[in-house]
Protein backbone atom coordinates (compact mmCIF):
# COMPACT_ATOMS: atom_id res chain seq x y z
CA UNK A 1 0.00 0.00 0.00
CA UNK A 2 1.12 3.44 -1.02
CA UNK A 3 2.42 5.75 1.78
CA UNK A 4 -0.28 8.27 0.93
CA UNK A 5 -2.73 5.75 0.88
CA UNK A 6 -1.68 5.00 4.33
CA UNK A 7 -1.76 8.61 5.91
CA UNK A 8 -5.70 8.54 4.58
CA UNK A 9 -6.59 5.52 6.08
CA UNK A 10 -4.91 6.96 9.15
CA UNK A 11 -6.85 9.93 9.13
CA UNK A 12 -9.78 8.03 8.53
CA UNK A 13 -9.34 5.66 11.10
CA UNK A 14 -9.65 2.80 9.49
CA UNK A 15 -5.83 1.55 10.15
CA UNK A 16 -4.94 -1.48 11.74
CA UNK A 17 -2.53 -1.65 14.17
CA UNK A 18 -0.34 -3.24 11.52
CA UNK A 19 -0.48 -0.36 9.15
CA UNK A 20 -0.27 2.26 11.88
CA UNK A 21 3.61 0.38 12.43
CA UNK A 22 3.90 -0.02 9.16
CA UNK A 23 3.23 4.01 8.87
CA UNK A 24 5.67 5.10 11.05
CA UNK A 25 8.20 2.79 9.53
CA UNK A 26 7.91 4.56 6.62
CA UNK A 27 7.65 8.06 7.94
CA UNK A 28 10.63 7.32 10.30
CA UNK A 29 13.29 4.98 7.91
CA UNK A 30 11.92 6.29 4.06
CA UNK A 31 12.95 9.50 2.06
CA UNK A 32 9.30 11.20 2.03
CA UNK A 33 7.99 13.37 -0.61
CA UNK A 34 8.56 17.12 0.32
CA UNK A 35 4.18 17.62 1.58
CA UNK A 36 4.38 14.37 3.86
CA UNK A 37 7.60 15.40 4.98
CA UNK A 38 6.07 18.71 6.31
CA UNK A 39 3.45 16.24 7.65
CA UNK A 40 5.58 14.18 9.29
CA UNK A 41 5.86 15.36 12.65
CA UNK A 42 2.41 15.70 13.35
CA UNK A 43 1.77 12.04 12.18
CA UNK A 44 4.27 10.64 14.47
CA UNK A 45 2.82 12.19 17.28
CA UNK A 46 -0.89 10.96 16.58
CA UNK A 47 0.08 8.02 15.80
CA UNK A 48 0.76 5.45 18.52
CA UNK A 49 3.98 6.08 21.14
CA UNK A 50 4.91 2.15 21.47
CA UNK A 51 4.31 -1.07 19.60
CA UNK A 52 1.88 -3.15 20.56
CA UNK A 53 3.93 -6.02 22.79
CA UNK A 54 3.71 -9.65 20.97
CA UNK A 55 1.43 -11.76 22.87
CA UNK A 56 3.93 -14.05 23.57
CA UNK A 57 6.30 -11.33 25.18
CA UNK A 58 3.74 -10.60 28.28
CA UNK A 59 2.93 -13.80 28.81
CA UNK A 60 7.18 -14.14 28.99
CA UNK A 61 7.05 -11.25 31.03
CA UNK A 62 4.36 -12.20 33.21
CA UNK A 63 6.05 -15.66 33.89
CA UNK A 64 9.09 -13.91 34.65
CA UNK A 65 7.50 -11.84 37.59
CA UNK A 66 6.12 -14.81 39.09
CA UNK A 67 9.09 -16.43 39.06
CA UNK A 68 10.85 -13.95 40.63
CA UNK A 69 8.09 -12.95 42.99
CA UNK A 70 8.32 -16.75 43.80
CA UNK A 71 12.58 -16.99 44.84
CA UNK A 72 11.93 -13.47 46.34
CA UNK A 73 9.42 -14.75 48.96
CA UNK A 74 11.32 -18.37 48.86
CA UNK A 75 14.33 -16.22 49.93
CA UNK A 76 12.65 -14.35 52.92
CA UNK A 77 10.80 -17.88 53.75
CA UNK A 78 14.56 -19.02 54.15
CA UNK A 79 15.79 -16.02 56.13
CA UNK A 80 12.65 -16.55 58.28
CA UNK A 81 13.54 -20.19 59.46
CA UNK A 82 17.36 -19.46 59.51
CA UNK A 83 16.17 -16.10 62.34
CA UNK A 84 14.38 -18.35 64.37
CA UNK A 85 16.24 -21.48 64.22
CA UNK A 86 19.44 -19.33 65.49
CA UNK A 87 18.01 -17.49 68.02
CA UNK A 88 16.59 -21.08 69.59
CA UNK A 89 19.90 -22.48 69.36
CA UNK A 90 21.67 -19.15 70.99
CA UNK A 91 18.89 -19.22 73.61
CA UNK A 92 19.60 -22.98 74.42
CA UNK A 93 23.55 -22.67 74.46
CA UNK A 94 22.99 -19.61 76.82
CA UNK A 95 20.56 -21.55 78.90
CA UNK A 96 23.18 -24.92 79.08
CA UNK A 97 25.82 -22.47 80.16
CA UNK A 98 23.71 -21.13 82.90
CA UNK A 99 23.25 -24.53 84.06
CA UNK A 100 26.84 -26.05 84.02
CA UNK A 101 28.71 -22.76 84.17
CA UNK A 102 31.70 -23.96 86.52
CA UNK A 103 31.13 -21.80 89.43
CA UNK A 104 34.55 -20.90 90.84
CA UNK A 105 33.75 -18.49 93.74
CA UNK A 106 36.49 -18.22 96.60
CA UNK A 107 35.19 -19.08 100.05
CA UNK A 108 34.03 -16.21 102.22
CA UNK A 109 35.24 -14.59 105.22
CA UNK A 110 33.46 -16.34 108.29
CA UNK A 111 34.11 -13.30 110.53
CA UNK A 112 33.19 -9.68 110.33
CA UNK A 113 35.79 -8.27 112.32
CA UNK A 114 39.80 -9.24 112.50
CA UNK A 115 39.47 -9.13 116.81
CA UNK A 116 36.99 -12.12 116.40
CA UNK A 117 39.34 -13.82 113.57
CA UNK A 118 42.16 -13.67 115.89
CA UNK A 119 40.29 -15.30 118.64
CA UNK A 120 39.69 -18.26 116.35
CA UNK A 121 43.54 -17.66 114.56
CA UNK A 122 44.64 -18.59 117.87
CA UNK A 123 42.65 -21.00 119.05
CA UNK A 124 43.52 -23.13 115.88
CA UNK A 125 47.01 -22.47 116.86
CA UNK A 126 46.63 -24.04 120.70
CA UNK A 127 44.99 -26.96 119.40
CA UNK A 128 47.99 -27.12 116.57
CA UNK A 129 50.26 -26.97 119.90
CA UNK A 130 48.51 -29.76 121.92
CA UNK A 131 49.03 -32.46 118.80
CA UNK A 132 52.93 -31.39 118.33
CA UNK A 133 52.98 -31.41 122.44
CA UNK A 134 51.15 -34.73 122.90
CA UNK A 135 53.35 -36.02 119.47
CA UNK A 136 56.63 -34.76 121.48
CA UNK A 137 55.85 -36.41 124.92
CA UNK A 138 54.84 -39.58 122.76
CA UNK A 139 58.52 -39.29 121.86
CA UNK A 140 60.19 -38.56 125.33
CA UNK A 141 57.76 -41.79 126.42
CA UNK A 142 59.62 -43.60 123.88
CA UNK A 143 62.73 -42.24 124.07
CA UNK A 144 62.22 -43.42 128.03
CA UNK A 145 61.69 -46.96 126.96
CA UNK A 146 64.18 -47.01 124.79
CA UNK A 147 66.60 -46.04 127.22
CA UNK A 148 65.39 -48.64 129.59
CA UNK A 149 65.75 -51.27 127.12
CA UNK A 150 68.64 -50.33 126.35
CA UNK A 151 69.97 -50.15 129.30
CA UNK A 152 68.55 -53.69 130.22
CA UNK A 153 70.45 -54.84 127.13
CA UNK A 154 73.35 -53.46 127.98
CA UNK A 155 73.40 -55.16 131.49
CA UNK A 156 72.30 -58.21 129.88
CA UNK A 157 75.60 -57.99 127.07
CA UNK A 158 77.84 -56.91 129.92
CA UNK A 159 77.33 -59.78 132.10
CA UNK A 160 77.50 -61.91 129.30
CA UNK A 161 80.17 -60.80 128.00
CA UNK A 162 81.52 -61.23 131.68
CA UNK A 163 80.56 -64.16 131.81
CA UNK A 164 82.73 -65.38 129.04
CA UNK A 165 85.69 -64.17 130.06
CA UNK B 1 11.64 -26.92 66.09
CA UNK B 2 9.87 -26.63 68.87
CA UNK B 3 10.29 -30.17 69.61
CA UNK B 4 14.13 -29.71 68.79
CA UNK B 5 13.88 -26.74 72.02
CA UNK B 6 11.80 -28.61 74.19
CA UNK B 7 14.34 -32.13 74.06
CA UNK B 8 17.30 -29.90 74.45
CA UNK B 9 15.83 -28.07 77.51
CA UNK B 10 15.06 -31.38 78.77
CA UNK B 11 18.64 -32.88 78.55
CA UNK B 12 19.95 -29.83 80.53
CA UNK B 13 17.61 -29.76 83.11
CA UNK B 14 18.23 -33.66 83.31
CA UNK B 15 22.16 -33.32 83.04
CA UNK B 16 22.22 -30.49 85.79
CA UNK B 17 20.15 -32.89 88.37
CA UNK B 18 23.18 -34.94 89.81
CA UNK B 19 22.98 -38.47 91.41
CA UNK B 20 24.05 -38.25 95.38
CA UNK B 21 25.82 -41.16 97.14
CA UNK B 22 24.43 -41.32 100.53
CA UNK B 23 28.14 -42.54 101.75
CA UNK B 24 29.96 -39.81 100.42
CA UNK B 25 27.39 -36.95 99.14
CA UNK B 26 28.92 -34.03 100.97
CA UNK B 27 33.12 -34.91 99.98
CA UNK B 28 34.87 -35.54 96.92
CA UNK B 29 37.64 -33.45 97.96
CA UNK B 30 39.34 -31.33 100.74
CA UNK B 31 37.51 -28.18 99.21
CA UNK B 32 34.23 -30.27 99.21
CA UNK B 33 34.68 -31.57 102.25
CA UNK B 34 34.72 -28.14 103.50
CA UNK B 35 32.25 -26.84 101.36
CA UNK B 36 29.53 -29.37 102.72
CA UNK B 37 30.17 -28.33 106.43
CA UNK B 38 30.36 -24.45 105.64
CA UNK B 39 26.63 -25.30 104.07
CA UNK B 40 25.56 -27.54 106.86
CA UNK B 41 23.63 -26.04 109.23
CA UNK B 42 24.02 -28.48 112.25
CA UNK B 43 24.74 -26.27 115.27
CA UNK B 44 26.84 -29.29 116.59
CA UNK B 45 29.29 -28.33 113.56
CA UNK B 46 31.43 -25.16 113.68
CA UNK B 47 33.35 -23.88 110.73
CA UNK B 48 34.98 -21.27 109.48
CA UNK B 49 37.38 -19.29 106.93
CA UNK B 50 39.86 -17.19 107.09
CA UNK B 51 41.20 -15.44 104.19
CA UNK B 52 44.58 -13.63 103.99
CA UNK B 53 42.95 -9.80 103.94
CA UNK B 54 41.51 -11.01 107.52
CA UNK B 55 44.72 -12.81 108.48
CA UNK B 56 46.49 -9.87 107.91
CA UNK B 57 44.05 -7.55 109.52
CA UNK B 58 43.88 -10.20 112.70
CA UNK B 59 47.62 -10.07 112.97
CA UNK B 60 47.54 -6.25 112.96
CA UNK B 61 44.63 -5.93 114.90
CA UNK B 62 44.88 -5.15 118.81
CA UNK B 63 44.15 -8.52 120.22
CA UNK B 64 46.41 -9.04 123.21
CA UNK B 65 46.60 -11.71 125.24
CA UNK B 66 47.84 -14.04 122.34
CA UNK B 67 50.69 -16.78 122.60
CA UNK B 68 50.78 -16.65 119.18
CA UNK B 69 53.12 -14.37 117.25
CA UNK B 70 50.09 -13.56 114.73
CA UNK B 71 51.93 -10.95 112.54
CA UNK B 72 54.93 -12.86 111.93
CA UNK B 73 52.72 -15.72 111.06
CA UNK B 74 49.94 -14.12 108.92
CA UNK B 75 52.65 -12.66 106.70
CA UNK B 76 52.97 -16.17 105.40
CA UNK B 77 49.36 -17.85 105.91
CA UNK B 78 47.03 -17.12 102.47
CA UNK B 79 44.27 -18.78 104.57
CA UNK B 80 43.33 -20.87 107.68
CA UNK B 81 39.76 -23.00 107.11
CA UNK B 82 38.35 -24.95 109.90
CA UNK B 83 35.79 -27.66 110.43
CA UNK B 84 35.05 -28.98 114.02
CA UNK B 85 32.35 -31.52 114.28
CA UNK B 86 31.32 -31.94 118.60
CA UNK B 87 28.52 -34.39 118.46
CA UNK B 88 27.15 -37.64 116.36
CA UNK B 89 23.61 -36.94 117.60
CA UNK B 90 22.43 -36.07 113.85
CA UNK B 91 22.79 -37.83 110.28
CA UNK B 92 24.80 -34.95 108.81
CA UNK B 93 27.14 -34.93 112.06
CA UNK B 94 27.82 -38.73 111.78
CA UNK B 95 28.13 -38.26 108.21
CA UNK B 96 30.82 -35.47 108.50
CA UNK B 97 32.73 -37.46 111.59
CA UNK B 98 32.94 -40.43 109.22
CA UNK B 99 34.30 -38.37 106.32
CA UNK B 100 37.06 -36.68 108.77
CA UNK B 101 38.19 -39.81 109.50
CA UNK B 102 38.04 -40.63 105.69
CA UNK B 103 39.82 -37.73 105.00
CA UNK B 104 42.93 -38.71 107.32
CA UNK B 105 43.20 -41.67 105.45
CA UNK B 106 42.75 -40.38 101.74
CA UNK B 107 44.85 -37.31 101.51
CA UNK B 108 47.77 -39.93 102.37
CA UNK B 109 46.70 -42.46 99.65
CA UNK B 110 45.26 -40.22 96.97
CA UNK B 111 46.19 -36.56 97.38
CA UNK B 112 49.99 -37.08 98.24
CA UNK B 113 50.38 -35.50 101.44
CA UNK B 114 53.30 -36.52 103.68
CA UNK B 115 52.36 -37.55 107.76
CA UNK B 116 54.34 -34.81 109.49
CA UNK B 117 52.99 -36.67 112.87
CA UNK B 118 50.24 -39.20 114.13
CA UNK B 119 49.01 -39.42 117.83
CA UNK B 120 46.81 -41.74 119.38
CA UNK B 121 46.17 -41.67 123.30
CA UNK B 122 42.48 -43.04 124.83
CA UNK B 123 40.48 -42.82 121.91
CA UNK B 124 42.03 -39.35 120.49
CA UNK B 125 44.13 -39.41 117.70
CA UNK B 126 45.51 -36.87 115.58
CA UNK B 127 47.54 -36.26 112.33
CA UNK B 128 49.79 -33.97 110.90
CA UNK B 129 49.85 -33.96 107.21
CA UNK B 130 51.59 -31.86 104.75
CA UNK B 131 52.01 -30.82 101.46
CA UNK B 132 54.58 -28.77 98.96
CA UNK B 133 52.89 -26.94 96.13
CA UNK B 134 54.68 -24.96 93.79
CA UNK B 135 55.88 -21.54 94.19
CA UNK B 136 57.15 -22.68 97.60
CA UNK B 137 53.22 -22.90 98.50
CA UNK B 138 52.76 -25.42 101.76
CA UNK B 139 49.50 -26.58 102.84
CA UNK B 140 48.96 -28.11 106.33
CA UNK B 141 46.38 -30.18 107.13
CA UNK B 142 45.40 -31.27 110.75
CA UNK B 143 42.86 -33.91 111.44
CA UNK B 144 41.82 -35.10 115.11
CA UNK B 145 38.92 -37.52 116.11
CA UNK B 146 37.71 -38.85 119.07
CA UNK B 147 36.15 -42.30 119.60
CA UNK B 148 34.61 -43.48 123.22
CA UNK B 149 32.07 -45.92 124.26
CA UNK B 150 28.27 -44.75 123.84
CA UNK B 151 27.16 -43.92 127.17
CA UNK B 152 24.06 -45.73 126.69
CA UNK B 153 25.11 -49.17 124.68
CA UNK B 154 28.81 -49.13 124.90
CA UNK B 155 29.33 -49.36 121.48
CA UNK B 156 32.71 -47.42 120.37
CA UNK B 157 32.18 -44.40 117.77
CA UNK B 158 33.12 -41.26 116.93
CA UNK B 159 32.10 -38.58 118.91
CA UNK B 160 34.30 -35.86 118.07
CA UNK B 161 36.39 -34.35 115.00
CA UNK B 162 38.11 -31.44 114.01
CA UNK B 163 40.05 -30.89 110.38
CA UNK B 164 42.33 -27.59 110.35
CA UNK B 165 43.83 -26.65 107.19
CA UNK B 166 46.05 -23.94 106.69
CA UNK B 167 47.50 -22.74 103.25
CA UNK B 168 50.85 -20.32 103.04
CA UNK B 169 54.07 -20.12 101.70
CA UNK B 170 56.19 -21.73 104.90
CA UNK B 171 57.59 -24.57 105.56
CA UNK B 172 56.33 -27.66 107.50
CA UNK B 173 59.21 -27.46 110.20
CA UNK B 174 58.45 -23.53 110.89
CA UNK B 175 55.44 -24.53 112.26
CA UNK B 176 56.23 -25.11 115.79
CA UNK B 177 58.81 -22.02 115.81
CA UNK B 178 55.93 -20.11 114.62
CA UNK B 179 53.67 -20.83 117.36
CA UNK B 180 56.52 -19.97 120.05
CA UNK B 181 56.46 -24.25 120.89
Known amino acids: METRELIENFYDGCTTAAEENELRRRLCNEPLPADIEREKELLLAMLPAAEAAPAQLAERLSQLIDAASEREEKSRRKRVRLYTWSSSVAAAAVLLLCLFAPTTQQPRDTFSTPEEAAVHINEAFAHLASIIGRGAESQREVAGHLNIIGAATGNSIHSIVKFQE | MKKYIITILLFAVTFSAGATDTERNNYDDIDGYFKAAEENDSPNINYFYISK ?99 ETGKIELSYARVLLIGGTFRAEDIPTLINL
Open chain 2, 53 to 151: AMLTMAGNSAYNGSDVNLKTFTDKIDFMRSVEIVSNKSDDDRLLLKNAERLATDVYAEYDYKNLLTTSKEGLRSYLFYKYGEGGLCSVLVVTTLKKAHP
